[in-house]
T-cell receptor, first 116, second 114 residues
Framework: DGGITQSPKYLFRKEGQNVTLSCEQN?????MYWYRQDPGQGLRLIYYSQIVNDFQKGDIAEGYSVSREKKESFPLTVTSAQKNPTAFYLCASSTSAGQAYNSPLHFGNGTRLTVT | SQKIEQNSEALNIQEGKTATLTCNYT??????LQWYRQDPGRGPVFLLLIRENEKEKRKERLKVTFDTTLKQSLFHITASQPADSATYLCALVKASGGSYIPTFGRGTSLIVHP
């Protein structure tokens, strides 16, 4: 079955450590996205990538980094510079970021990161 | 500043009734509006999309309206069932440098009682 896989589902880290969240898709989608969800808040865009080797900052990119070396993979690193890293992180993909009518987002089931 | 507003209070209804959820926005000129369903601990799932020049879209028991004058979308679930209980998110999509990136509201929780 095609879909998006995020791993792990739960992640615990100590403050000051960098941590990388995995996101893999086998939908052959060009565009991939990372959103963060906090209780009572909407999804906020961290980074997105329209094609391999290219990515753009979203609304809350500070303290995060990404790479897009393969079409299928878009890992997110939460660095120690991120002030409030504890959150639910959602990865998504779409056929193309430039064709919204035919490109709703397909989401993974998220990684819940807890930093203490 | 741009805002997307969805009712933060949960909507409680009886099974069989029609649920109506509201999405209001300000300082936006979206090209499209999307609705997603999110179950606890899971990622959102796309339900419906409506374009700015469309008044209404239907899919089975779901109906979405889009009023660009009122800056409002209504999402209806007819003949609601307990299985429809979830959080429903609206997302506005506008063009930005050649890309169309959805911006999400915080969602409204729907609880359908048997």
């Amino acid at each position: 079955d095609g879909g998006i896989t995020q791993s792990p589902k739960y992640l615990f880290r100590k403050e000051g450590q960098n941590v990388t969240l995995s996101c893999e898709q086998n939908l052959n989608h060009d565009a991939m996205y990372w959103y963060r969800q906090d209780p009572g808040q909407g999804l906020r865009l961290i980074y997105y990538s329209q094609i391999v080797n290219d990515f753009q900052k979203g609304d809350i990119a500070e303290g995060y980094s990404v790479s897009r070396e393969k079409k299928e993979s878009f890992p997110l690193t939460v660095t120690s510079a991120q002030k409030n890293p504890t959150a639910f992180y959602l990865c998504a993909s779409s056929t193309s970021a430039g064709q919204a009518y035919n490109s709703p987002l397909h989401f993974g089931n998220g990684t819940r990161l807890t930093v203490t | 500043s741009q805002k997307i507003e969805q009712n933060s209070e949960a909507l409680n209804i009886q099974e069989g009734k029609t649920a109506t959820l509201t999405c209001n926005y300000t300082n936006y000129s979206p090209a499209y509006l999307q609705w997603y369903r999110q179950d606890p601990g899971r990622g959102p799932v796309f339900l419906l999309l409506i374009r700015e020049n469309e008044k209404e879209k239907r899919k089975e028991r779901l109906k979405v309206t889009f009023d660009t004058t009122l800056k409002q979308s209504l999402f209806h679930i007819t003949a609601s069932q307990p299985a429809d209980s979830a959080t429903y998110l609206c997302a506005l999509v506008k063009a930005s440098g050649g890309s169309y990136i959805p911006t999400f509201g915080r969602g409204t929780s729907l609880i359908v009682h048997p």
